[in-house]
């Protein structure tokens, strides 16, 4: 399974945007999927993800009412809609994916395929 993240680049706070990441070798219906951050200097930290088998997502409090992960079979690709953004949002954003559903979906470790990763800048 390979992933390929598009669509960062420059917003001003409060402003919106749209990451997506296209998947191939596997269709993303079949897979839970999820995206996380990493600013300068911290670790990566979890932003939000979908189950494979019933879509349901969850959010880190950070983002919760901002941001809306969803996930596009049509085009086989998995997307971040990030409203009201801040200056904390700031980082690279990478879309990653796994078969099954881990209760620690939080923890980067249990994930198996990751995108290159896109940046986000939030400033005025």
């Known amino acids: 399974v390979q992933l390929q993240a598009s669509g960062g680049g420059l917003v001003q706070p409060g402003g919106s945007l749209r990451v997506s990441c296209a998947a191939s070798?596997?269709?993303?219906?079949?897979?839970?999927l999820g995206w996380f951050r990493q600013a300068p200097g911290k670790e990566r930290e979890f932003v939000a993800a979908v189950r494979e088998s019933n879509s349901a997502k969850v959010y880190a409090p950070s983002v919760k009412e901002r941001f809306t992960i969803g996930r596009d079979s049509s085009k086989n690709t998995v997307y971040l809609q990030m409203n009201s953004l801040k200056p904390e949002d700031t980082a690279v954003y990478y879309c990653?994916?796994?078969?099954?559903?881990?209760?620690?979906?939080?923890?980067?470790?249990?994930?198996?395929?990751w995108g290159q990763g896109t940046l986000v800048t939030v400033s005025s």
């Open positions: 990653t994916a796994r078969f099954g559903w881990s209760v620690a979906y939080y923890n980067p470790e249990n994930y198996v395929y």
């Open positions: 070798g596997h269709t993303v219906s079949g897979m839970s």
